[in-house]
Structures are given as structure tokens and as C-alpha cells.
């Protein structure tokens, strides 16, 4: 693939003069589930995803991609309001477990579905929801017209039961039964609903389990009826967790086949003549955990260093954005959101602004990319990215070499990700000047949104841990 000019200009799509397609594009956005930075092939890994080797190849493929979050609920809110997440008290916990009447996406919250739908478009979503539970929320409350998937954060492949060991399948609203692999189900459901035509632009939200455990391949039926036996029978928070199963084969398979569900998409979209027009997006809700390959980043899901929130982010649309490129410009979640709004001909209400940076002109008209900073807060961290450096507040305790000795934060810790993508050399005192400027923009982003109780379990409490003595006799 060609890397971007030296101006960050995407080259233009067509030959000078090229006139715009002027109709509104199609919209696939495809979001695996704890997918690791380093777990597609186009990224380096062993792993064979050909039909997302050849998206990238025919599109963008970003190398300082991130989710908005390192939870899984928390991006997905930040995906479909396009603000930061703890806008929403839902965001605050992490990831989202809480069944209750003030936990979820407000149905009269501006979203990326219910501006689309008022723009003309037909919306659907197929998969994992995890904003919210009924009987108070549903994708179809914020824009939606089409669900099919399951509303908690982890769903059995086979079983189709939550985290809970209930059972976790939706048509729209209502519970239903199927049998299959759910990565086959929902990429079938897909490929026929892209395959009808239906009387204007389409936006859909494709949401894989895939690879987030249980640890279960196409053949693995067995594992699935195991698990479910388990329900009641053990003292872990959820037989789903899966402790005691995966490999990195296994992992491969679940990544495999979800890169086969693609394909069968892709190619219902190419059959029906819309690939053309059609922005297809692909990424992850967060960075990978037990499995995934990271690599050279540290850190994984739901920590604020680059492997809990760096995720695989490929963008393709064939009309505007010429395809072979690589890109290392950073963009987050919420600049997609912004983008696809945009993109789609319409905006946000006034009094609910995005809190991302529309790319289409620099994407499409060849305008300079948008330098802006990218901002990131769980209970016992923040980030701000600009341009190289990235400010990391930590308020958890660390360690000074290998796990020893350990001390108390807060932290101020300045990394220049250009150079140092493992985030181990601390330059903030060779720039404290820039280390204070980046963390006071963090601090006043931070001062916007809504609080973290003192009593939330990710809230660092100081060590009371003391060096080992001597008593007397």
C-alpha cells in the first residue's frame, strides 16, 4: 500500500475534475469485539483475514487508529452519540453490567441512527448492542428500525445465553430461538438485508461477539453446551469468562470466521451494485485481551496505554477516497461518527454538538487533516493524544523496574509515540512545559463530564503497604 503524501492529503479518487457522487453513500460500519491491534493480517499477524486484507488494500487502512474507550460499552456509547462517553452515566461503569431504569442510551438522545433515519435512511443493526437492557432500552429506542442480536455485553456462540445464562437472542424486541454459530448468524442476516433493494441509503451497524471468549470456533458446539451446564454450578462471576479455555489457535478461528462473515457481507453488497457508494468502516470496540497480539504495544483492554485502545481501523469507500493508502494521522471512534454524520448530509442539533472531527474534507475534498486532540478518561486514568506525544495520567499505583518497588500515583507521564510506541520512555521532564499544557487541556475536558463516585471499584485507593521491619523482642 502507498502511504499518504507529505501534505497528510489523501490522493483524489478519480482523475482533476472528477465531479463528486452527490447522492448519499451506504454506510456498513463493522465493529469486532476485543479485536488486538496486531490481529489482522494486513496488520502483521499470522492470523488469515483475507476479505479484511483486501478492504484495507482497496481503502485506508489507519495505523493510529483508537476506540474512544477501552470498555466495550463505553465506546459503543460514544460510537452511536458521538460525544465522549461519560456524558452518559451508563459510561461510568466499566464495562456496563447494570440492569436499571437510568443505565443505558436515552431514546430522546441525539444519535449517529436517529439523525440518519431523519435524513432518509433505512438503519439497522445486527449483534451486540451492550447499551442498555430492556425494558428501557433497545437499539430500536435510538434510531433503529431493523435489530437483530443480543443486548448484553458477552452472548454463548452456540447457546445464545448471556452473561447471566439467560437467553440473550432478539428480533427486534422480542426473544427468539435459533440455531447456529452467532458469527455465522448475524453475517447471514447481513448479506440478505444489504442484498434487498430498499428505496434509498441504507446505514448498517454490523456489532461481532467475535473474538471476545467464550473461546469458541465454528465446530465448537460442545464447549458452548459445557459452558451453559456450568450456570449455577460455579462460584465465578460467569461460566462466559472462560478461564480454563482458548489458545491461540482457538483465538484464530474466532478471528477467521468472523473475517469469513465479511466476506460473505462484502460480496452481497459488491452483487448488489452498491459497493461503489457504500462507506464501509471496520474496527474495534477496544484494544484485545488474553489472546490478541498487541504487539510492540503495552497494555490491553480497559487499560489507557496504546494496546487497550490502538484497535484495526480500515476505512473504504470506492466513489470519493482513492483505495491502497496508509495513514498515520491518529483519528478516534467520535471522528468517525462525526464523518459518517456529515457524510450523510446532515448534523447535529445545536444543543448537543459531537465531540469528534468531521475527515470528510480532508477524506474527499482534499482539504489539510484536522489536527485535534485525542482525549480518553476511565476511574484511574486519562490520556490526551496530540499529534506524537500522548500526556498519560495514571492514578494507580506503578512500578520503577519490572514490579518492584511499586508506588502511589497520580503519575503525569509524557510519551512521544512516534518514536517510543511502548510507551517506556517518560520524557515529561525533559518537556515539562508540554506535559503541563496537555494536562491541563485533559483537566478541563475532564471537568465537563459527569463524576466517578468515590465508592467506584476502579478508583485507586492509596497503598497501605509498608516496607517489611524488624519488631523488637
Not at 456462540?157 to 452467532?182: C, K, M, P
Not at 470456533?217 to 462460584?235: K, L, M, N, S
Not at 471496520?282 to 497480539?293: L, P
Not at 485535534?372 to 523496574?401: I, P
Request: hydrophobic share 35%; net charge negative; proline share 9%.
Amino acid at each position: 500500500m502507498a502511504t499518504t503524501g507529505p501534505t497528510g492529503r489523501p490522493p483524489p479518487a478519480g482523475p482533476p475534475g472528477t465531479p463528486r457522487r452527490t447522492e448519499p453513500p451506504d454506510i456498513l460500519f463493522i465493529l469486532a469485539d476485543d479485536l488486538g491491534w496486531g490481529d489482522l493480517g494486513c496488520y502483521g499477524s499470522s492470523i488469515r483475514t483475507p476479505n479484511l486484507d483486501r478492504l484495507a488494500g482497496e481503502g485506508m487502512l489507519f495505523r493510529h487508529g483508537y476506540a474512544c474507550s477501552p470498555w466495550c460499552s463505553s465506546t459503543r456509547i460514544g460510537l452511536y452519540t458521538g460525544r465522549y462517553p461519560t456524558r452518559l452515566p451508563a459510561a461510568l461503569e466499566e464495562p456496563l453490567t447494570t440492569h436499571a431504569q437510568h443505565n443505558g442510551i436515552p431514546a430522546d438522545h441525539q444519535t449517529l441512527p436517529s439523525l440518519l433515519l431523519a435524513a432518509g435512511y433505512r438503519t439497522a443493526m445486527f449483534g451486540k448492542w451492550h447499551c442498555g437492557w430492556l425494558p428501557w432500552y433497545s437499539p430500536l429506542r435510538i434510531g433503529f428500525q431493523t435489530f437483530f442480536g443480543n443486548l448484553d455485553g458477552a452472548i454463548d456462540y452456540f447457546e445464545h445465553v448471556n452473561t447471566i445464562g439467560e437467553a440473550d437472542l432478539y428480533e427486534g424486541e422480542t426473544s427468539v430461538e435459533q440455531t447456529g454459530y452467532y458469527t455465522s448468524l448475524i453475517s447471514e442476516r447481513v448479506a440478505d438485508f444489504v442484498a434487498q433493494d430498499h428505496g434509498g441509503p441504507c446505514y448498517v451497524q454490523l456489532n461481532y461477539t467475535a473474538p471476545h471468549w467464550p473461546w469458541e470456533g465454528p465446530g465448537d458446539r460442545e464447549v458452548g453446551a459445557e459452558i451453559r451446564r456450568r450456570f449455577g454450578q460455579e462460584a465465578e462471576a460467569t461460566p462466559l469468562i472462560h478461564r480454563d479455555g482458548g489458545s491461540l489457535a482457538k483465538y484464530a478461528e474466532l478471528v477467521e470466521a468472523m473475517d469469513a462473515g465479511i466476506g460473505t457481507v462484502l460480496t452481497a453488497l459488491a452483487n448488489a451494485g452498491r459497493a461503489d457508494n457504500t462507506i464501509v468502516v471496520f474496527t474495534s470496540d477496544n484494544g484485545g485481551e488474553r489472546w490478541s497480539r498487541n504487539w510492540p504495544l503495552v497494555g490491553e483492554k480497559g487499560d489507557l496505554t496504546e494496546g487497550g485502545i490502538r484497535v484495526p481501523l480500515i476505512l473504504r469507500w470506492p466513489a470519493a477516497v482513492a483505495g491502497g493508502q496508509v495513514v498515520d494521522h491518529p483519528i478516534d471512534t467520535l471522528d468517525l461518527t462525526a464523518t459518517l454524520v456529515d457524510a450523510a448530509g446532515t448534523a447535529p442539533d445545536e444543543r448537543c454538538p459531537l465531540d469528534g472531527v468531521n475527515l470528510r474534507p480532508w477524506l474527499v475534498d482534499g482539504a489539510d487533516f484536522p489536527e485535534h486532540d485525542l482525549f480518553w478518561r476511565t476511574s484511574n486514568q486519562g490520556a490526551l493524544r496530540r499529534g506524537r506525544f500522548k500526556y498519560l495520567f495514571d492514578r494507580r499505583e506503578r512500578s520503577v523496574l519490572g514490579n518492584w518497588p511499586r508506588r502511589d500515583g497520580p503519575f503525569h507521564l509524557l510519551y512521544d509515540l512516534a518514536a517510543d510506541g511502548r510507551e517506556q520512555a517518560d520524557i515529561a521532564d525533559r518537556h515539562p512545559r508540554l506535559t503541563e499544557e496537555l494536562g491541563a487541556t485533559w483537566a478541563r475536558i475532564d471537568a465537563e463530564l459527569l463524576s466517578y463516585p468515590p465508592s467506584h471499584p476502579g478508583v485507586p485507593e492509596p497503598s497501605t503497604a509498608r516496607p517489611a521491619s524488624s519488631e523488637p523482642d
